[in-house]
């Protein structure tokens, strides 16, 4: 099975950049599709973004398409998250998942079986 890590979070100002990384371990990377969730405090988990195996297909939330761009390099067993135009209602844990075939379009959380430990990303004002 995969492991997942992320990095890049810490604390950027509103209007500003932040690039999140997921690093896989433990199993063929190509072979799984990924997403970002991520989770307020209290609130519950939410979709942010999906990448298809091949990067073929990308989707993403309302709230964040045309600000975030979800990338992957199999090569490098790792998945990317470029975050542009943060807005303090971007704060939260962002977790990567993964999954080998999603029984839907892969934008629930019930879809995914591996999740990394998450990392913190604050917006400020």
């Known amino acids: 099975q995969v492991q997942l890590v992320e990095s890049g979070g810490g604390l950027v100002q509103a209007g500003g950049s932040l690039g999140l990384s997921c690093a896989a371990s433990?199993?063929?990377?190509?072979?799984?599709?990924l997403g970002w969730f991520r989770q307020a405090p209290g609130k519950e988990r939410e979709f942010v973004a999906a990448?298809?195996?091949?990067?073929?297909?990308?989707y993403y939330a309302k709230s964040v398409k045309g600000r975030f761009t979800i990338s992957r390099d199999n090569a490098k067993n790792t998945m990317y998250l470029q975050m542009n135009s943060l807005k303090p209602e971007d704060t939260a844990v962002y977790y990567c998942?993964?999954?080998?075939?999603?029984?839907?379009?892969?934008?629930?959380?019930?879809?995914?079986?591996?999740w990394g430990q998450g990392t913190q990303v604050t917006v400020s004002s």
């Open positions: 998942a993964a999954v080998l075939n999603p029984r839907g379009g892969g934008q629930s959380v019930r879809e995914y079986d591996y």
């Open positions: 433990g199993g063929t990377f190509s072979s799984y599709y």
């Open positions: 990448i298809t195996w091949n990067s073929g297909i990308t």
